[in-house]
């Protein structure tokens, strides 16, 4: 059976006419869509910035340049900095927060890591996560994530020989310890 030139013509007009219509709508759907989840983000970031301080009545400037030296911390075990903040009570300096992404099991893993100026961390908190619900997901629990509140930052944490991964979820918990891991690092490229 011999196909006609005409008739492969048709097909590929009709699939490239399928193509530009389900292009414009999605090009559609992210400009209307685009504001409401930067601001979901904004408030998320917000809220987990709160959550990684020790001090109330805090301010969070953000650090309008980061350095590459930096940058480079963050991805020395897998993290990608994507924003830093300074945290400032009463006018005083008295530590950093590190947005960061990690590659968990199932996607990524954004969080805030926060570590006052004697290098310790004052907590950690989840942005944002794609991890399997029930399981790598249970590495972005309060309860989980308590367990780094205090913890010194002058040296590398190893998972399960300093503190515990969450049992089933090695991957997540291993993108987690790296990334506290990279901001730690990060504050260090501060000094």
């Known amino acids: ?22 292009a414009l709508l999605l090009g ?10 930067a601001a979901i983000n904004k408030q998320k970031t917000e809220e987990a910035l709160a959550k990684v301080v ?4 805090c301010e ?8 590459q030296a930096m940058i480079d911390a963050a991805n020395d075990q897998g993290g990608k900095l994507s924003e830093v903040y300074e945290v400032q009570s009463g006018g005083d300096t008295i530590g950093y927060a590190f947005k960061v992404t990690a590659s968990g099991s199932q996607g990524n893993i954004v969080m805030i890591v ?15 996560n794609s991890e399997t619900k029930g399981i790598g ?17 002058t040296q590398n944490i190893v998972m399960n020989q300093d503190y515990d991964a969450y049992s089933g979820a090695t991957i997540s918990s291993t993108a987690l310890f790296a990334a506290i891991n990279d901001c730690v690092n990060c ?5």
């Open 1 to 22: 059976m011999k196909i006609e030139g005409k008739f492969i013509f048709k097909v590929a007009g009709t699939l490239t006419a399928i193509s530009l219509v389900v």
């Open 28 to 37: 559609l759907t992210n400009m209307l869509t685009a504001d409401k989840i």
């Open 54 to 57: 020790s001090a109330a009545d």
């Open 60 to 67: 969070f400037p953000p650090m309008e340049e980061i350095p």
């Open 114 to 128: 926060g570590v006052d100026t004697d290098l310790t961390v004052t907590g950690v908190s989840i942005v944002n």
């Open 137 to 153: 997901s249970n590495v972005a629990t309060d309860t989980f994530l308590a367990q780094f509140n205090g913890m010194d930052g």
């Open 187 to 191: 504050y260090n490229e501060l000094a």
